[in-house]
Nanobody, 124 residues
Framework: QVQLVESGGGLVQAGGSLRLSCAAS????????MGWFRQAPGKEREFVAA????????YYADSVKGRFTISRDNAKNTVYLQMSSLNTEDTAVYYC?????????????????WGQGTQVTVSS
């Protein structure tokens, strides 16, 4: 059974930075693509970023491109989301997810396991 545990959320002022971490267990971490999603109050969950098994390919939502960086350390079974230049629209619960395969395909890639989420609040 896959377990994904996010950490690193919190309250930050606009313009600030945070780094989220997601520790995975239960499957061979390096075999799977990983992703970050977020859900703001009253809104649907949305894609934020994804990374292939090797870490060599990354993908971002337009809203975070240039501000957020996804990375992974396969030796530590951990995926990260470095967030910079945060604004109030980034306020959401952020979820880590594990893909069903090694690669993420922007046209459609299922994510089969989810963490419990970590709250990020950006104050103005």
């Amino acid at each position: 059974q896959v377990q994904l545990v996010e950490s690193g959320g919190g309250l930050v002022q606009a313009g600030g930075s945070l780094r989220l971490s997601c520790a995975a267990s239960g499957r061979t971490f390096s075999n799977y693509a990983m992703g970050w999603f977020r859900q703001a109050p009253g809104k649907e969950r949305e894609f934020v970023a994804a990374i292939n098994w090797s870490g060599r390919s990354t993908y971002y939502a337009d809203s975070v491109k240039g501000r957020f960086t996804i990375s992974r350390d396969n030796a530590k079974n951990t995926v990260y989301l470095q967030m910079s230049s945060l604004n109030t629209e980034d306020t959401a619960v952020y979820y880590c997810a594990q893909g069903s395969g090694s690669y993420y395909y922007p046209a459609g890639s299922p994510f089969t396991s989810w963490g419990q989420g970590t709250q990020v609040t950006v104050s103005s």
